[in-house]
């Protein structure tokens, strides 16, 4: 069984910065995908960044150049930096792993961005 669990959510102002982190715990030695999701106010989950077992790291076009996608293998965790926080970034933040075709998610973290 594997787990997640996010941290780091907040209220904060525009143009200020975050650091969400997801600590997995149990098999995840085949892990495919690491994916980072957030979920706006009576919208739709949506990616935000997915990394690849091959290193990879993609981008939803709104976050590109603005947040940055990270692990630590060490620790099992995965990060989300984000900076330059807009009010249209409050959302709901998840993360999801895929291995071997089980997807898993995580409980999510409140981020809200508001003056």
């Known amino acids: 069984q594997v787990q997640l669990v996010e941290s780091g959510g907040g209220l904060v102002q525009p143009g200020g910065s975050l650091r969400l982190a997801c600590a997995a715990s149990?098999?995840?030695?085949?892990?495919?995908?690491m994916g980072w999701y957030r979920q706006g106010p009576g919208k739709q989950r949506e990616l935000v960044a997915d990394?690849?077992?091959?290193?990879?790291?993609v981008y939803e076009d709104a976050v590109k150049g603005r947040f940055t996608a990270s692990s630590d293998d060490d620790q099992n965790t995965w990060f989300l930096q984000m900076n330059n926080l807009k009010p249209e970034d409050t959302a709901v933040y998840y993360c999801?792993?895929?291995?071997?075709?089980?997807?898993?998610w995580g409980q999510g973290t409140q981020v809200t961005v508001s003056s």
């Open positions: 149990g098999d995840i030695s085949e892990v495919d995908v």
């Open positions: 990394i690849f077992s091959g290193g990879t790291i």
């Open positions: 999801n792993v895929l291995i071997l075709s089980r997807s898993y």
